[in-house]
């Protein structure tokens, strides 16, 4: 019996699903002629934990339980409801075997993919001030060396290195890689090269300093955005997948985060060495010639990657594989010709889109502004209003006059409006004291512009998003 998520639906308050599994073994621990069975029941996902107790308390042993005998899939996959068969006929996207040159590894889309950027510290790697993140980068790599040096030169060679680091949090934030090149005597400099635009959240660039030991994990993102000359030419699939968010699909042109709860992962145009020479196209020719032999050999790889830009982006594919969703990344269906290039053709214009984002049109909403308080465009908490056709910016500004669908266009678990409101805002770490803020003395209109650019794109997104054909699959 399955326990769903959420401090008021889970029975131990918590944010994860919780079980009670009955393992019976055979009696006298005689072997059994036949193997074993596995069966499973669930209680409804929305029940409240005051409802699970009763339901616990009503049904007293498990004899009075509907149970469901459970078979795997091919694939290893106990749980199957709601997954398509057909999906694993698809083109699949990419493969961790096929990545990683596998003899015999199926082919897929995309040669290359990667997790997405994965810090273990963005507080201290991530700021919307350029200046705030070289302080605290320079304060962060001097503790550190100094840390380094001191372990170098420790008396007692027998000290644990845990035992042996001080946690400052005003100073440094460790973790396990951290450590691990500590321990193996590297040390760092601050270099200028470092600092660049990262994608932290959706349309949200932020300062990054990308240096492979205070990030902990790069994944092959050096390799994918290496210099700032490549930001200007590649593209990449921001792809968000597993249980925890419904799947979202932003195209994006720099270094992207892991996101909360993990899953994101990148998928590039093109690749690179290291120093941002020998430009590789990430799609494999396999995949080009599946798509020429359906659809004709004119198809190049940027038609390839723009259906399936424009593919992620269909309510019925999501829909009817979101089960699948949860498990593996996208398999690609061939639809018919006049599907193809009508996905083609949104998922180009998407790309325009969400990659021009801060030069879109602002949409016109009604400033309603306070005329007994200084004026002040300055932002440090926005929030919406119950029925959410309003934002307060600020004590003396309200934005009025937001269409509600704006709201449609979602990435996961919040729409992109949603997205600016919580991530345009003054934060500061309670730990480390950190303060990250948005507001740019030199553009002071630039959050309330910004708030207003998102609303178009969004809007014209559900246009496009509407206007994409039903899925015909067989």
Not at 52 to 67: A, E, G
Not at 98 to 109: D, H, L, N, R, S
Not at 291 to 307: P, R, T, V
Request: zero cysteines; charged letters at 25%.
């Amino acid at each position: 019996m399955s326990a769903s998520q959420g401090t008021t639906h889970n029975v131990f308050g918590i944010q994860v699903g919780v079980a009670i599994t009955l393992l019976i073994r055979h009696r006298n621990g005689q072997q059994q002629e036949s193997p074993a069975r596995v069966f499973y029941a669930r209680v409804d996902e929305w029940w409240r934990k005051e409802e699970k107790y009763t339901f616990l308390d009503q049904t007293v042993n498990l004899t009075h339980i509907d149970w469901q005998e459970l078979s795997p899939s091919p694939k290893g996959t106990w749980l199957t409801e709601g997954l398509q068969e057909e999906f694993d006929s698809y083109l699949p996207i990419g493969s961790k075997e096929a990545k990683a040159g596998v003899t015999g590894a199926t082919e897929t889309i995309f040669e290359k993919y990667s997790p997405a950027i994965n810090t273990s510290r963005d507080a201290w790697v991530y700021n919307f001030n350029q200046e705030e993140l070289q302080k605290r980068i320079h304060q962060f790599i001097e503790f550190y060396n100094q840390q380094l040096w001191l372990w170098g030169n420790r008396f007692d060679k027998s000290t644990q290195l845990d035992d042996f680091l001080q946690h400052d949090d005003v100073n440094i934030k460790w973790s396990r890689n951290l450590k691990r090149y500590l321990k193996r005597g590297i040390s760092t400099q601050f270099t200028q090269a470092a600092i660049r635009r990262g994608t932290y959240r959706p349309f949200t660039k932020m300062w990054l300093y990308f240096d492979n030991v205070l990030v902990d994990e790069q994944g092959a993102n050096d390799t994918f955005f290496p210099t700032e000359q490549t930001e200007e030419e590649n593209r990449a699939i921001w792809l968000k997948v597993g249980s925890e968010w419904p799947m979202f699909a932003l195209i994006v042109d720099s270094l992207p985060n892991y996101l909360p709860q993990g899953g994101a992962q990148t998928f590039p145009f093109y690749t690179y060495d290291e120093n941002g020479s020998n430009r590789r196209e990430n799609i494999t020719d396999w995949a080009l010639q599946r798509f020429q032999g359906e659809y004709g050999a004119d198809l190049n790889k940027w038609d390839i990657f723009h259906y399936i830009y424009g593919l992620l982006h269909s309510p019925d594919y999501r829909r009817r594989y979101a089960e699948n969703l949860k498990r593996d990344l996208p398999h690609i269906p061939l639809l018919p010709a006049e599907d193809f290039h009508a996905f083609t053709t949104a998922g180009r214009a998407l790309s325009t889109l969400h990659l021009d984002y801060e030069n879109a049109p602002e949409y016109r909403l009604r400033h309603i502004e306070r005329r007994d308080l200084p004026w002040s465009w300055r932002v440090e908490t926005m929030t919406l209003s119950r029925d959410k056709t309003q934002l307060k910016v600020n004590d003396v500004l309200t934005l009025d006059g937001i269409p509600p669908e704006v709201y449609e266009y979602q990435l996961g678990n919040r729409s992109a409006l949603d997205w600016i409101i919580d991530r345009y805002r003054v934060r500061r770490d309670a730990r480390s004291g950190i303060s990250s803020d948005p507001n740019d003395p030199a553009d002071p209109e630039a959050i309330v512009r910004l708030v207003k650019q998102i609303i178009t794109v969004s809007l014209d997104t559900v246009r496009i998003v509407r206007a994409l054909p039903g899925l015909r699959v067989e």
